[in-house]
């Protein structure tokens, strides 16, 4: 490949490097310039453009991305089609992603022009969710480095899905006096909601006293019982496992198990042990599993379901990435039951950057419009306001000081979006960053050019998701079509910080894989007011 500047006069079958705005339309960056571009350009006065020659032996940049993408082979992964040089990878199915660096990093030594980034290895991830791309950095590169690279991710497998099965899990408690019922009770509850997550349920549960003799009994029972699934034991103690001899490793010895691992470099859930009976896991449970904030159980848990044989070095490997307390990013499943309903907090995002395009050349501003007698923007704050919401972020953009002066005096917080003219995606980011939406269990993204959604309707939602303990999109809808308001849970925080463009929720609502709550709020969900006409029929005075 050729790469600089071209005389137009020479330029038949060029790539350009840049689009270039002409008086009759735009020539794309990418495209093949043809000889009546030619015609275009010496009309605009262009004498010289920047461009690539594709030469004998090189590959267009969507080529090579896709030829990178048919080397990868598994049946849970699907592809986007190849744009600009880029493949995006996603999952098919909810399941952990696994990586071999060693191959990705293989690929990309190739030669710079060819890179692929991915999610980390073992992540939990998604159906639909993004989770690898591949991109070529120049407009073309050479067929024998494309070569190269697929057949390094032919070699080995640089990263696959591997889904959750199902598994007949049983769940073995031992007793002590100090150790009251209610306890045991609510950790059988977290342990079957920690399996219904990953498409599991729990089998079967026995107690019994914290005695190695009685421990082993009961896993050989379990042991000896005909499962169709894979058998997977979990044994929680009524005491902390502190040493290689302590009752449950011993118990799974007098079993007739192996223990792999006493103790795991993960915190909390350092005192967790892995032990195996033939092909069945036995699991140690470490205390903080009691509770359904994210441990060291939980990623073992993940890789015995997905099918893997964690062993020794898989445990001890576990030491980098694995202080989970002081990851404030990582989501944390939350145990609705454990609290009242009610005190779920969900916090509102009100967006009020937009340029208002569909508004017309007459300058007025939808949001400034007077709907008996407020302006749009603070009647919608003010309906935030009344709702059961424990907080308000407005996100200003265009116009943003009559906005913000149309706010004065309420409790709200405005959040400035400097870069509004990118698209939605930019105002829903810049809303979930601020503090009270970071914090909460569920954010309301409300648009405020939505004059009939009422506090009532707020409450229904924020109802609806209080009563699914937070673990549920909930969104508007009118007449079985879908709306707005919608509440994301805090689980899908990362997602949104990825989105870019004009892009809105409704692809993470559809592709999260978490269950979806229709609330009806009848027209109100449908109705908003992007033209001057829109605002007059629905009752508002437009302001310049």
Known sequence: MKFGEFPVAEAEGLVLAHSIKLPDGTLQKGQAVAVDDIVRLARAGIERIVAARIEDGDLSEDEAALRLAQAIRSDRLCFSEAATGRVNVYARARGLFIVNKEVVDRVNRVDPAITVACLADHSLVNAGDMVATFKIIPLAVPDSKVQAACAALRNGTAFEMKPFLEHAVSLIATELPSLKTSVMDKTAGILGRRLAAFGNRLFREKRVSHERHALAGAIKEVIAIEDKPPKLIIVFGASAVIDEADVIPEAIRRAGGQVLSVGMPVDPGNLMVLGRIGE?????????????????????????????????????????????????????????????????????????????????????????????????????????????????????????????????????????????????????????????????????????????????????????????????????????????????????????????????????????????????????????????????????????
């Open 280 to 544: 069945t896991y036995v699991v140690g449970a470490p205390g903080c599993a009691r509770s359904p904030r994210e441990n060291g159980f939980d990623w073992m848990l993940h890789r015995i379901l997905a099918g893997e044989k964690p062993d020794s070095a898989d445990v001890t490997g576990l030491g980098v990435g694995g202080l989970l307390s002081e990851i404030e990013t990582r989501p944390r499943p939350r145990d609705g039951r454990e609290r009242r309903y009610a005190e779920a907090c969900v916090a509102i995002v009100l967006l009020a950057a937009g340029k208002a395009s569909r508004m017309g050349e007459s300058g007025a501003h939808k949001l400034l419009a007077q709907f008996g007698g407020l302006p749009l923007v603070r009647r919608s704050a003010m309906t935030a306001l009344e709702s059961d919401a424990a907080s308000v972020a407005v996100v200003t953009g265009h116009r943003r000081a009559e906005i913000e002066a149309a706010l004065s005096g309420l409790a709200i917080t405005a959040v400035e979006n400097p870069d509004y003219g990118s698209g939605m995606a930019s105002s829903l980011i810049a809303g979930f960053s601020a503090k009270d939406a970071r914090d909460a269990d569920g954010v309301l993204v409300m648009l405020a050019d939505m004059p009939f959604v009422s506090a009532a309707d707020l409450n229904a939602l924020i109802a609806a998701f209080r009563e699914c303990e937070g673990r549920a999109i909930v969104r508007a809808v009118s007449r079985g079509k879908r709306g707005n308001p919608v509440i994301l849970p805090h689980s899908l925080r990362a997602a949104i910080f990825r989105l870019e463009g004009d892009v809105g929720a409704r692809h993470i609502t559809e592709t999260s894989g978490l269950p979806i709550i229709d609330v009806d709020i009848g027209d109100a969900a449908h109705l908003d007011v992007d033209t001057p006409e829109a605002v007059t029929a629905a009752g508002g005075l437009l302001r310049d």
